[in-house]
């Protein structure tokens, strides 16, 4: 079920926090979303994660149809740059 992934956000944002350098830049991308039928995790709750963590950006993709995925790639860009 992919909620999986999600529950298991706080984990994952903890071991960055613990192992990453603290000036790391987070940003939290949603894959999938050409599976709309099968969503369990909302846009407004992806946001509100990103928020509430001080994660950069959300953005939801899909690998399968290509779905923002040069944006991906755009807005990692700008934040390494």
């Known amino acids: ?12 944002i903890k071991e960055i926090k613990t192992y990453a350098n603290p000036d790391i830049r987070i940003i939290l991308i949603a894959n999938k979303a050409d599976l ?13 994660y990103a928020q509430d963590n001080n994660i ?12 923002n995925t ?3 790639m755009i807005e990692s860009a700008k934040l390494l740059y």
Do not use: V
Request: charged share 30%; no cysteine; hydrophobic share 30%.
């Open 1 to 12: 079920d992919n909620s999986t992934s999600f529950d298991n956000l706080d984990l994952w």
């Open 36 to 48: 709309e039928s099968n969503r369990k995790i909302s846009y407004d709750q992806g946001i509100k």
């Open 56 to 67: 950069e950006f959300f953005l939801e993709t899909s690998a399968k149809t290509g779905y």
């Open 70 to 72: 040069q944006k991906i």
